[in-house]
């Protein structure tokens, strides 16, 4: 396919082909109107030397067919898969947004809270795509879209995985040579762990700005990755806290069996981090001012006996000084650590009120510094914000006896779920469904059910039901028309049977006559059935064609040509 081959053409009587962009050694991307849903899509087409292929075309619907099951909403979505006989192509979700790598190159090296807002959208999904068995094996900041609610969505599953099947089939290497992982540059299959690599690689540039490996060749930046040695990321930018550095470094090791063994492994730990920076306390050190340099000037010859004299004086005063000086400091500090705890009541506090506080409020707070110890753990409480303490123990106003490691307090935070209704998608094509769903922040898994009365590609019903709660990021399950179920009937015997009775009897079954053929038979009569194309018996979907042979009699002096059942 030529690129703008299809512009400004009908494509299937539906797609209205606007404009080209994008294009790649497999497809080219067309940004087109939907015309029966009067929306903007981006359709990507398979070129003709690639469809003339018949391994790849049978492997881009297979993957086609795949992807189209993916429905997540950090993944660009595809509404429709169609091979025909103007094009093969992808019906997807048309972005309005920039690259992530657009947005590093306007930016620099992002702040770690921006590189763990994005590598967290981009694992949730990997894993989603890797539970459905699909391998990205291209990741990189170019393949994911920034939208302009800050939000991210990956994109090229399907034509990435096709084209680097073929290459690994070949035994080249794989994937884009900066963000290859080590085994897809030895030209070995990729899986899960591939993805995760390179996500790595594309974490490791937005933390510091680089890339972890240069050359002047693809090959010399291949031979990098399997070896694996980079300059850790907090020595070129040492603000980069320890554990998301370690997150990023276990995520790109070049030995495969030391990398996160998915991406929903890679987040659980992305999310620990997140809950961990959200508790800590932020401790700001100041610097000690600079110390003034004095300058002495030199004493006279004839002042400096008398100056000597006068310094022997003052050190001896000086030194007694110091020593009273220790002394009244010592029994300063007994009294205080030591001797007045013996001779007074331990000093009691009453617990206050933190529920419904933001925790980091509650543990910067400098009434408490000292006095309490507080220690965190977290719930999915979807009626509190992010950060709340929705309990703590002690109790509210208990009385406690302080020491000096401060009264330990246990707080139970808020991660801030949220919930979400379950719209109402009963009655709409399950592609628009998806797409509502997934506005709403719900993941979607679409199955099929026969109906009888819902028009084949319609919702039927979901479940959870509309109108129910739910928290968001969670599953939705579609249920639409597969079409009219298949019904069966059970074939009777038609063997001697008239040709007319036997043509009544195929059509009360609700089957349907194809054609007689008439043969010499000697142990049936004139116009009897001997043969039927179905046998009794055999349980066949209604409409079914049954063909039939009938008897001309005993054999006469010319032979009838043999009978095609299937013929006319």
């Given at each position: 396919m030529?690129?703008?081959?299809?512009?400004?053409?009908?494509?299937?009587?539906?797609?209205?082909?606007?404009?080209?962009?994008g294009?790649?050694?497999?497809?080219?991307?067309?940004?087109?109107?939907?015309?029966r849903?009067?929306?903007?899509?981006?359709?990507?087409?398979?070129?003709?030397?690639?469809?003339?292929?018949?391994e790849?075309?049978?492997?881009?619907?297979?993957?086609?067919?795949?992807?189209?099951?993916?429905?997540?909403p950090?993944?660009?979505?595809?509404?429709?898969?169609?091979?025909?006989?103007?094009?093969?192509?992808?019906?997807?979700?048309?972005?309005?947004?920039?690259?992530?790598?657009?947005?590093?190159?306007?930016?620099?090296?992002?702040s770690?809270?921006?590189?763990?807002?994005?590598?967290?959208?981009?694992?949730?999904?990997?894993?989603?795509?890797?539970?459905?068995?699909?391998?990205?094996?291209?990741?990189?900041?170019q393949?994911?879209?920034?939208?302009?609610?800050?939000?991210?969505?990956?994109?090229?599953?399907?034509?990435?995985?096709?084209?680097?099947?073929?290459?690994?089939?070949?035994?080249?290497?794989?994937?884009?040579?900066h963000?290859?992982?080590?085994?897809?540059?030895?030209?070995?299959?990729?899986?899960?762990?591939?993805d995760?690599?390179?996500?790595?690689v594309?974490?490791?540039?937005?933390?510091?700005?680089?890339?972890?490996?240069?050359?002047?060749?693809?090959?010399?930046?291949?031979?990098?990755?399997?070896?694996?040695?980079?300059?850790?990321?907090?020595?070129?930018?040492?603000?980069?806290?320890?554990?998301?550095?370690?997150?990023?470094?276990?995520?790109?090791?070049?030995?495969?069996?030391?990398?996160?063994?998915?991406?929903?492994?890679?987040?659980?730990?992305?999310?620990?981090?997140?809950?961990?920076?959200?508790?800590?306390?932020?401790?700001?050190?100041?610097?000690?001012?600079?110390?003034?340099?004095?300058?002495?000037?030199?004493?006279?010859?004839?002042?400096?006996?008398?100056?000597?004299?006068?310094?022997?004086?003052?050190?001896?005063?000086?030194?007694?000084?110091?020593?009273?000086?220790?002394?009244?400091?010592?029994?300063?500090?007994?009294?205080?650590?030591?001797?007045?705890?013996?001779?007074?009541?331990?000093?009691?506090?009453?617990?206050?009120?933190?529920?419904?506080?933001?925790?980091?409020?509650?543990?910067?707070?400098?009434?408490?510094?000292?006095?309490?110890?507080?220690?965190?753990?977290?719930?999915?409480?979807?009626?509190?914000?992010?950060?709340?303490?929705?309990?703590?123990?002690?109790?509210?106003?208990?009385?406690?006896?302080?020491?000096?490691?401060?009264?330990?307090?246990?707080?139970?935070?808020?991660?801030?779920?949220?919930?979400?209704?379950?719209?109402?998608?009963?009655?709409?094509?399950?592609?628009?469904?998806?797409?509502?769903?997934?506005?709403?922040?719900?993941?979607?898994?679409?199955e099929?059910?026969?109906?009888?009365?819902?028009?084949?590609?319609?919702?039927?019903?979901?479940?959870?039901?509309?109108?129910?709660?739910?928290?968001?990021?969670?599953?939705?399950?579609?249920?639409?028309?597969?079409?009219?179920?298949?019904?069966?009937?059970?074939?009777?015997?038609?063997?001697?049977?008239?040709?007319?009775?036997?043509?009544h009897?195929?059509?009360t079954?609700?089957?349907?006559?194809?054609?007689?053929?008439?043969?010499?038979?000697?142990?049936?009569?004139?116009?009897?059935?001997?043969?039927?194309?179905?046998?009794?018996?055999?349980?066949?979907?209604?409409?079914?064609?049954?063909?039939?042979?009938?008897?001309?009699?005993?054999?006469?002096?010319?032979?009838?040509?043999?009978p095609?059942?299937?013929?006319?």
């Open positions: 030529e690129n703008g081959k299809l512009l400004n053409t009908l494509l299937d009587d539906r797609y209205q082909m606007l404009e080209v962009i294009s790649g050694g497999m497809a080219v991307i067309y940004k087109a109107l939907d015309t849903l009067n929306r903007y899509v981006a359709i990507k087409v398979l070129r003709d030397e690639i469809a003339a292929d018949p790849l075309h049978a492997d881009f619907n297979n993957e086609s067919q795949a992807i189209a099951k993916l429905s997540h950090n993944i660009v979505a595809v509404y429709d898969v169609s091979s025909s006989p103007t094009a093969d192509y992808i019906v997807m979700e048309l972005i309005e947004g920039i690259t992530l790598k657009q947005y590093m190159l306007r930016r620099g090296a992002l770690w809270k921006e590189a763990l807002h994005f590598s967290s959208q981009i694992a949730r999904a990997l894993a989603h795509a890797h539970s459905k068995g699909i391998i990205h094996r291209d990741i990189k900041p393949n994911v879209m920034i939208l302009k609610d800050a939000n991210i969505k990956v994109a090229d599953f399907g034509i990435a995985s096709l084209e680097n099947r073929k290459r690994e089939a070949e035994g080249q290497a794989v994937g884009t040579v963000y290859i992982a080590p085994e897809q540059a030895k030209g070995y299959p990729a899986d899960a762990r591939s995760v690599y390179s996500l790595g594309v974490m490791y540039e937005m933390l510091t700005g680089v890339l972890p490996y240069e050359g002047q060749t693809p090959q010399e930046v291949a031979i990098k990755h399997i070896a694996g040695e980079y300059t850790p990321p907090r020595e070129i930018k040492p603000d980069i806290p320890e554990e998301l550095e370690r997150i990023t470094m276990k995520a790109m090791n070049a030995d495969i069996d030391k990398r996160y063994s998915c991406a929903g492994d890679l987040l659980k730990d992305l999310e620990a981090f997140r809950q961990k920076m959200l508790a800590q306390e932020t401790i700001s050190s100041q610097e000690e001012p600079p110390v003034k340099p004095v300058t002495v000037k030199e004493p006279s010859e004839e002042k400096y006996e008398r100056r000597r004299a006068r310094a022997r004086k003052v050190s001896m005063l000086s030194g007694v000084f110091g020593v009273l000086l220790v002394i009244v400091a010592l029994c300063v500090f007994l009294w205080n650590f030591w001797i007045a705890d013996l001779f007074r009541e331990p000093e009691r506090v009453e617990i206050p009120d933190f529920i419904g506080r933001q925790y980091e409020e509650v543990v910067n707070d400098s009434d408490y510094q000292g006095l309490f110890h507080f220690e965190v753990s977290y719930t999915i409480d979807p009626d509190s914000r992010e950060g709340e303490i929705v309990a703590q123990s002690p109790d509210v106003g208990k009385s406690m006896v302080a020491d000096t490691d401060g009264i330990s307090v246990k707080l139970t935070v808020s991660t801030g779920v949220m919930t979400q209704e379950i719209p109402d998608v009963t009655n709409m094509t399950y592609q628009d469904a998806n797409l509502a769903l997934q506005k709403v922040n719900f993941v979607v898994e679409l099929k059910e026969a109906s009888n009365t819902v028009t084949e590609g319609y919702v039927i019903r979901t479940s959870p039901a509309a109108g129910e709660t739910l928290a968001a990021g969670s599953t939705v399950y579609v249920v639409y028309s597969s079409g009219p179920e298949v019904q069966y009937v059970t074939m009777k015997n038609l063997v001697g049977m008239t040709e007319s009775d036997a043509r009897s195929i059509s079954m609700g089957l349907s006559f194809g054609t007689t053929s008439y043969v010499y038979n000697e142990n049936y009569e004139e116009g009897q059935v001997v043969w039927q194309s179905v046998n009794a018996g055999e349980s066949v979907e209604t409409g079914t064609k049954v063909y039939l042979q009938v008897s001309k009699g005993p054999k006469g002096a010319e032979e009838s040509p043999s095609n059942p299937a013929g006319d």
